[in-house]
């Protein structure tokens, strides 16, 4: 296999997380995804950017890890109330329970961060105790080193644009969600953007793959972040932080898209 590059983008705006993204490329489509990066920092909704950073490392293509895409679900809601409701639904589904559960949201709700502001990266909280693990929470635990598998990227474009889903958002949650789910002791990931016109997001878990609910916020909020639910009986926290942050991972294999539906009664 070629070379591989790791791209990270990080940008702030007066000291504050404004957006970030990662991504890993051949030599040949290194350039375009700076571009892409450094564009989308400059023109975020968030805010204007007041620095910009981007950080290319040469990845050893022998120490790539191949991972499985989620199975993408809808869940239909018509405004943030109902789809809290089955996020939080989804998450007892998935083994958290649910007084730790709807803790974390309303963390996520009221501004992770320390001071009520949005993290860079995600809490880290233990299935057992809902205690958070992050070493520095107000930057949080951020994913990196990951893509789409080359191969997998036409069947995944036709397949989202089929549903009227091929966006960035969506396309880059369901990397991210991809591995973070081949953790260890990963039990499940919480997930809705920080970009205020963006309410859709997220419950993952390995049983049931990745469950969106396209309300998880009011359009116009900018609070948003992560949650990676963890048993930590299971791992070592050190080794888990050390595979999000620096396991490099292709995710890809069969393309699984689910219609919309409406869910069950509970
Ligand atoms: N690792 C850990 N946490 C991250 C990462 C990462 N690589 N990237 C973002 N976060 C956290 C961080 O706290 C951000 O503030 C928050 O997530 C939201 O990031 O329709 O767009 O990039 O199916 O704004 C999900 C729904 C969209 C997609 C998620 O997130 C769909 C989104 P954003
Ligand atoms: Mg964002």
Partial sequence: MTDLYSVRMHARAKNDHLCGAERLQTRDGLEAACLELVRRALAHERGVADQVRISIDRVDPGTVVRVPLPTLETWLCDDADRGRQLALRSLVEAGVPQDVASRAMARLAAGPAPGG???????????????????????????SRMDLDPDTVDALGRGLAALDLDNRHVREALVLAAKVLAAPGMVAELCWSDDPSYTAGYVAAPGFGYRRFPHLKPAGCPLGGRVFFIDRTQISLA?????????????GGPVRLLPARQPEEA
């Fill in 117 to 143: 502001g949005v993290m860079r990266g995600a809490m880290l909280v233990d299935v057992a105790s809902g205690e958070r693990f992050e070493p520095d929470p107000a930057r949080g635990v951020r994913a």
């Fill in 239 to 251: 080794a888990l932080i050390d595979y999000l942050e620096r396991t490099p991972v292709l995710a």
